[in-house]
């Protein structure tokens, strides 16, 4: 496991890669699926619901390989309620 200074310092000789989460990494539902998922709950104004996080087949592996190559940053031009 690397020190967060180590892992700074690899990070500075990488290149960054920027990831979109929603829709391309991880599906956000908001009506329950019915495959494995994590469940974040969230709040619009005076609402409140549940979004049902469904990560892509292979997700795990796929940024560790990446990882090894690439400083990894994620965005979303989801709503940001969502993700607050």
């Known amino acids: ?6 892992h700074k310092k690899s990070n500075q000789k990488k ?7 929603d829709g391309t990494l991880v599906a956000i539902l908001m009506t329950q699926p019915k495959v494995k998922h994590s469940v974040v709950h969230v709040q619009r104004g005076n609402s ?12 795990r592996r796929f940024l ?4 090894m190559h690439f400083e990894i940053q994620l965005f979303t031009s989801s709503v940001k309620e969502v993700y607050s």
């Not at 496991?1 to 180590?6: G, N, Y």
């Not at 409140?48 to 997700?59: C, D, F, M, N, T």
């Open 1 to 6: 496991m690397l020190t967060d200074k180590e």
């Open 48 to 59: 409140k619901a549940s979004a049902y996080v469904i990560p892509r087949k292979g997700l």
């Open 15 to 21: 290149k960054k890669l920027i990831l979109d989460l």
């Open 64 to 67: 560790k390989t990446l990882n």
